[in-house]
C-alpha cells in the first residue's frame, strides 16, 4: 500500500510535541482510509514535511480522534508554492 501524505497543523501538536492532529472532520476524505499504525508523512504545505505514523484514541464519550506520531530526525523544508 502506498504511503499516506495528509496535511497537517503543526500548531496542533499535543503539549508533549510528539503527535499532531489529523484533522478528519476538515479532511473528511481520510475517514476509512486512516488505520492505527499506517506509515505517514504529515505535511504543510510551502513549510515542512515530517514522516511517523497513525495513531488513533477515544476519549471519555467514545469519540475517536487521530494523530500522527512524528519522528523529528525525518523533519524536512518543502518548497515554497
Same mark, same amino acid.
Given at each position: 500500500? #502506498? @504511503?499516506?501524505?495528509? #496535511?497537517?497543523? *503543526?500548531?496542533? %501538536?499535543?503539549?508533549?510535541?510528539?503527535? !499532531?492532529?489529523?484533522?478528519? #472532520?476538515? *479532511?473528511?476524505? %481520510?475517514?476509512? @482510509?486512516?488505520? +492505527?499504525?499506517?506509515? =505517514?508523512?504529515?505535511?504543510?504545505?510551502?513549510? !515542512? =514535511?515530517?514522516?511517523?505514523? !497513525?495513531?488513533?484514541?477515544?476519549?471519555?464519550? $467514545?469519540?475517536?480522534?487521530?494523530? $500522527? !506520531?512524528?519522528?523529528?530526525?525525518?523533519?524536512? #523544508?518543502? +518548497?515554497?508554492?
Amino acid at each position: 500500500m #502506498e @504511503k499516506l501524505w495528509t #496535511e497537517v497543523d *503543526f500548531n496542533s %501538536l499535543t503539549k508533549d510535541g510528539k503527535r !499532531v492532529l489529523i484533522n478528519t #472532520e476538515y *479532511f473528511t476524505d %481520510l475517514v476509512g @482510509k486512516i488505520y +492505527p499504525n499506517q506509515e =505517514a508523512t504529515f505535511y504543510t504545505p510551502g513549510d !515542512v =514535511a515530517i514522516d511517523g505514523y !497513525v495513531e488513533m484514541d477515544k476519549d471519555m464519550n $467514545g469519540k475517536e480522534w487521530w494523530y $500522527g !506520531v512524528l519522528d523529528w530526525t525525518t523533519n524536512r #523544508e518543502l +518548497p515554497e508554492q
